[in-house]
């Protein structure tokens, strides 16, 4: 399993009138997650596409389980557990810094495509980058 | 079931690189979908939460399925199958004015929390209301 | 002067802590604007685009006058005063339906650039749909 | 003068179709730097605001100058010139990182308000910290 940890400070661009998160921003945090797993894993995302690629997503789940509130430091956990085929799919889980607690946890699959559009295999370099990881 | 149509448009704001619309903004137009579709049963939200009550959510999942286009006038239909009990479940589908492919579809759950932030049971006047429609 | 009303509803996702609109969504909210009145002008900005041309925001104003609030229904009035130059500058006014009061006012300043990114003058089409209306 | 320098990176949700910042995520960007101002300060907004006044933007204002693109790691320097009356005005610049060249620049002008919503003068503390500082 490949496990990634990003930290952010959540802003008040992202709150509601209750005080918490505004659930469509956690689909925002899983992308900075996934954008820093993928520099991580020495293949940016911003690089991948001028390989000619792009991983466009094609399912999103949430489950919010404790609010996250204006200025909070949050730590998200990513986990990719199985190399990709068709698809990719990418674990996350929100904990507040130095707590158990999980906040909120999700995760996303993602087609691979190629310039032209046309849905195609995980390019090779992103499949011996992961598998290199993956162990 | 109790079945609620809403009409938008996509705008630039909700359209990434890739011209096609950035996959968190589905669940800020399921949230309009969710305003019209509580003010078409007679109790817009705004009213709803003067009443004392929130309806946050604790579950969100979309799949992806073709793309939207910046321009494009799209249509949610929102559904509710079954009465709420201590969760309320809606489910929407995206579609092309005039056509039947399904762009998109997912669903939300909703806990029911008093002002003090405590859950309760969802309040008589909302069951009434959605037991009329339901049927 | 060409003068355009544009109306729209505050959204959850648009409102913060203090329940009211955060300060950036005013820019989205123009961009709105901007895209009905294109497309009453009889040129929608995606066949702007599809003609070759885009219309980049190179400056943005913004004054808040007073506060608006989840669930309102506003109205924001767009003036162009002046022919397009090799700039086009719009004025926005958002006020409540049925009030005179100003809730915030601002404007954009748009460039003019063909596909390849270049500076160009407004296209021919463009500035003769814009001066039918100034008269 | 009191300056303050903030580091973040670009996006896939910032960017638009043209593959460039979409305008309304600068005051975005210019939030965060504020926070992170206000923190580096040493009165993080989250306390501001627990001490029972808020700071709501009354004016923004961006100048657009060139292009941001996804994944690009830039630098914002916030500065204070002058000592909070009734109004603070901030100024904000962003440049790429070891660069020189200003990609935009902008400023807002915020009210200081108490828990009822009340006009007041900016809070003793307030001043204090920040004359400290403009020296």
């Known amino acids: 399993m490949y496990r990634h940890r990003y930290q952010f400070r959540v802003r008040y661009r992202d709150v509601d009138y209750l005080g918490v998160v505004y659930y469509s921003r956690y689909l ?3 992308e900075a997650a996934r954008d820093e797993m993928m520099r991580a894993l020495g293949m940016p995302y911003s690089e991948f596409e001028r390989n000619g690629y792009a991983m466009p997503v094609v399912e999103a789940h949430c489950v919010y389980q404790k609010s ?9 956990i990513s986990r990719i557990s199985a190399p990709p085929s068709a698809r990719l799919k990418i674990n996350y889980e ?9 906040l909120a946890s999700g995760y ?4 691979f495509i190629n310039k032209a559009g046309k849905a195609v295999r995980p390019p090779h370099f992103f499949r011996q980058l992961l598998q290199a990881r993956l162990g």
């Open 68 to 76: 996250a509130h204006f200025d909070e430091l949050l730590t998200i």
């Open 108 to 111: 996303t699959v993602h087609a």
């Open 28 to 30: 925002e945090f899983f």
């Open 94 to 102: 929100i904990i507040r810094e130095n707590e158990e607690t999980v």
